[in-house]
């Protein structure tokens, strides 16, 4: 498994902006959502980007000091289920929380995860999904983690345990 590559943007080695905390952020390449008005436009096209193995990012984050946890954002993560999947699940080993940024919404996820076992598997790893397309006439620059109003916070563990999305409450450490 750790053979696995993936499409990857950009690493922020420390951001408070991208989740609660100090987060190291891993930024995927390809976006089929495209959304008018998206923060990373350059992450939109799958050819773009550099070609990382999925071991390579686990000894990334592995060397990461003083990280409260780690964000995949976009780009559209679920894009790349299967080298995700693997890497948040061995991120979770490590004791670190994990955010996951989706255009997607957490309906659609749970219908794509019927279809995909590695979108289930990166959902079940999550502890806060921030989902929905970014929709530039709801832009909100207050709201925290995220960048229009129809994007939501969502707790992930009872959101899947409960079968419906429940939200993430910011007083809630992760």
């Known amino acids: 498994m750790t053979a696995m ?3 990857v943007a950009g690493i922020v080695p420390e951001s408070i902006v991208d989740g609660p905390g100090i987060r190291l952020v891993l930024f995927v390449q390809g976006c ?6 998206c923060h990373n436009p350059e992450t939109h096209d799958p050819a773009g980007g550099t070609l990382w193995s999925a071991a390579d990012l686990l000894r990334r984050i592995k060397a990461a000091r003083g990280i409260d946890g780690v964000t995949f954002s976009g780009g559209e993560p679920f894009e790349q289920p299967r080298p995700l999947a693997y890497l948040a699940e061995k991120v979770k080993g490590l004791g670190l929380n994990l955010v996951l940024y989706s255009g997607y919404t957490f309906e659609q996820l749970l219908a794509m995860g ?3 076992p590695a979108v289930s598997r990166l959902l079940e790893a999550g502890d806060l999904l921030v989902d929905g397309p970014y929709v530039a006439g ?3 620059l207050s ?3 995220r960048g229009s109003k129809n994007q939501r916070l969502l707790d992930l563990p009872a959101s899947l345990r409960l079968g419906a999305p429940q939200p993430w409450e910011a007083r809630r450490r992760l």
Do not use: F, N
Not at 32 to 37: D, K
């Open 5 to 7: 590559k993936l499409k």
């Open 32 to 37: 089929s959502h495209r959304c008018p008005g």
């Open 114 to 116: 019927d279809r995909e």
């Open 138 to 140: 709801e832009r909100d």
């Open 143 to 145: 709201l925290p983690y």
